[in-house]
């Protein structure tokens, strides 16, 4: 059965509009992050990825750039304590994993009720994104371990939300 598009939706694709405008300023901006990224700077791409996600689905603007980045920076740190406390105590252990992993997701739900960490799955992806980090031995600047690898999180994270803002910024000059 082939399907069939709604004539608005045909339309939207075939015009000019905001989501072509950012489509092409998003694909262009993404050249020189990624190359900035990989040949220049010593922290992860990915991270600034997932935070400019993360700025597009606070609901954009300032405040979505606060409201984003401040849950994806309160997700690092939950994750990082997390890594902290199971390692030094606890030898790594899965129980004791599984267990602050819980207390910390708990804490993450709560952040509907902070208005700056309002943007709950901001702070879910932050603590995945430190999670990948770590897993991957990714740090920042030359600086080891955890506290490197939590610096990495933090400055990728803010950079692509700062980059969110921008093509939404400069995208608008260019849309409908």
Known sequence: MSRQQNPSTKSRIASWNDTWSLAVVFGLASIPWTYGFV???QI???PSFIASGTFYAAGTTLDGLVRGYASNLAGIVYAAATLAIVNTYF????????????????????HEFVPV????PGGFFGYAT?????AADATAIGIAGLPGET???IVSMFIGAVIGLTTDEVSSFFGE
């Open 39 to 41: 040949a220049g700077l």
């Open 130 to 134: 430190m999670f990948s980090v770590y």
């Open 151 to 153: 610096l990495a999180a």
């Open 117 to 120: 960490l309002s943007f709950t």
């Open 91 to 110: 030898d790594g252990g899965a129980i004791a994993l599984s267990i602050a992993v819980g207390v910390f997701m708990f804490l993450a739900s709560l």
């Open 44 to 46: 992860p791409l990915w």
